[in-house]
């Protein structure tokens, strides 16, 4: 049986602000697309980061985001953010992300995008970096 793995993975905690809650002392949702931009920016800290990304002229784009909001969360919970790398295709890149309290996943999220060129926004193969990591994770799991 193949264990499953999370390529890439970044854990953080997170603290709850008092302007992320809304009158119900529920975290608003649009705070969690600020936590998952956090998440991501650490996957690619760890790996390639965005000084070295933006030094080669190259840029991470956003396509698409799928949040599932699963449990409130609330101002005082102990907040732990989780993201990995799910897929990675030769221009493409998914990445999942939980957003946790204690052992409940309040969100479940799924983030698309793509690597491109700062001078023209076209898409390029993804950078060697990631690539080289991402495929020494697969041997590791077949």
């Known amino acids: 049986m193949m264990q499953e793995t999370r390529p890439f993975l970044v854990q953080l905690p997170i603290q709850v602000k008092t302007y992320d809650i809304d009158f119900a002392n529920i975290v608003h949702n649009a705070v969690y697309i600020r936590w998952l931009e956090d998440l991501r920016t650490e996957v690619l800290a760890a790996h390639y980061s965005i000084e070295d990304m933006l030094a080669d002229g190259l840029t991470p784009i956003l396509t698409r985001t799928e949040i599932e909001y699963r449990h409130p969360v609330r101002f005082g919970d102990a907040v732990l953010g989780r993201m990995w790398v799910a897929d990675l295709e030769r221009t493409r890149w998914t ?3 939980e957003i946790c309290v204690g052992d409940v996943v309040a969100a479940a999220s799924r983030q698309t995008g793509y690597f491109a060129q700062l001078g023209n926004g076209r898409p390029v193969r993804v950078p060697a ?13 077949e």
């Open 95 to 97: 990445v999942q992300g």
């Open 129 to 141: 970096q990631l690539r080289t990591i991402w495929d020494e994770e697969n041997k590791v799991r």
